[in-house]
Every structure is written in C-alpha cells, then in structure tokens.
C-alpha cells in the first residue's frame, strides 16, 4: 500500500520518540529535560515522569526572550533558552537534568541550547 510521505515521516518519528522515552526516565532528584522545535519557535520542559509534573518550562514565545532577540528560532535563541532554562533551574536548586533531545539530531540549535544550560552549572 502505497502511504503519503507525511505519514510515513509521521510514524518514524512517534516509534523513535518511544524508543527514547523507554529509556529516559526523570525523576525528582534528577528531572527530564525536553526541546521541543516547532517552525516558529523553541520551547523547554523540565518533567519529572515519577509524578507526572512540568516542574518547569521556557519559551522563546516568552515577552521577555522574545525582546532580547532577533529572530526566535535560530541558534542565538537556543543559546538564550538554553541560559534562561539553566537560571530557572538552579533557582529550584536542580542542578542534574537528564537531556531528552526529542527525535532531533544532536547538532545546530539542539547542541547550543545543550551547550549554553551546561555552561551555567547544569549537568547532563
């Protein structure tokens, strides 16, 4: 059966998406941190999967971010969400995070926004 390339793209990336949430499980002690990657912007979540909770969460589509940028999604985004991610952590005193990068490769705007929260103390 002949399936729209959309669909199929659609497919791969839920079954890689669950075979990485089977292995990354956040804890209290040491929450799941998550990018997401839309067209139009980046957002971050840190979740602690053992209760079910966003403990917290950041966004380029935020007043403040959005002023301080050019464009909110390229690189210099990332590394702004990445600081920003990072301060909001260690005011609640999480320092250890287990880095979720979603069905994204590890390069461009998803190593930078990984870069800049590990240069403010947090550790992967």
């Given at each position: 059966?002949?399936?729209?390339?959309?669909?199929v793209?659609?497919v791969?990336?839920?079954r890689?998406?669950?075979a990485?949430?089977a292995?990354?499980?956040g804890t209290?002690e040491?929450?799941?941190?998550i990018?997401?990657?839309s067209?139009?912007?980046?957002y971050?979540?840190?979740?602690?999967?053992?209760s079910?909770?966003?403990?917290?969460?950041?966004?380029?589509l935020?007043?403040?971010?959005k002023g301080?940028?050019?464009?909110?999604?390229?690189k210099?985004a990332a590394?702004l969400l990445?600081?920003t991610?990072?301060?909001r952590l260690?005011?609640k005193?999480?320092?250890?995070?287990?880095?979720?990068?979603?069905v994204y490769?590890?390069?461009g705007?998803?190593?930078?926004?990984?870069?800049?929260?590990r240069?403010?103390g947090?550790r992967?």
């Amino acid at each position: 059966m002949i399936k729209a390339k959309y669909i199929v793209k659609k497919v791969k990336r839920q079954r890689v998406r669950r075979a990485i949430q089977a292995r990354l499980r956040g804890t209290a002690e040491r929450p799941r941190l998550i990018l997401v990657r839309s067209n139009k912007y980046l957002y971050a979540q840190v979740i602690d999967d053992a209760s079910r909770q966003v403990l917290l969460s950041a966004t380029t589509l935020e007043k403040e971010l959005k002023g301080k940028l050019k464009s909110v999604k390229d690189k210099a985004a990332a590394k702004l969400l990445g600081e920003t991610i990072a301060e909001r952590l260690m005011e609640k005193k999480i320092e250890a995070v287990v880095f979720d990068r979603n069905v994204y490769n590890y390069a461009g705007r998803v190593k930078v926004f990984s870069d800049a929260a590990r240069e403010k103390g947090i550790r992967f």
